[in-house]
């Protein structure tokens, strides 16, 4: 049985097709996902066919996110892929209770002072769409094209750290393979190693 089969299903909230961690596949379909947003909406992965989407996973407390929003990395990033087309979804999948976990005036307060530019911030207290990417930490990012086939997974960046100035020096992935797609080139880099804080899920 393929990973499509095991995993491709929809996942509103708590429901999740498959098992709990299978690490989705670069090249193969993207897990489907329906989440509630900070804007009053819900948010399926379907909404955005035929578009590019970005995902991001959250966490305001940890120092590596916080590293790429004080510096305005990732307001930049997301601000040009909004840009170019894209969809960037920023989610939460810090279980209730758990250090980062945001309510709904708290993510759009935290969006405002961030000066986030993501299309949509995504609530998954019950980690199914978290564990259906087999998201790590935060932050974690994933490409997905516009036939829904999954072209990134990992880390923001090539250098690890949680220090502002190696940023500039950091291959930063996401850009990268928007380029890619927007030129109809491979992507040259497929997945990387993610880092940062680990995802606080629920048990």
Known sequence: MTLRNTVFGVIAGVALVGPAWAKPVIGEAAPSFSLSGADGRTHALSDYKGKVVVLEWHNPECPFVKKHYEAGNLPKQQADAVAGGAVWLTINSGAPGKQGVLDVAAANAWKTKSKAASSAYLFDPQGGAGRAYAA??????????????????GGIDSIASADKADIGKATQYVPQVLSELAAGQPVSVGSSEPYGCSIKYGS
Do not use: Q
């Open 136 to 153: 790590k930490t935060t932050p974690h990012l994933y490409v997905i094209d516009a036939e829904g086939v999954l072209r990134y997974a």
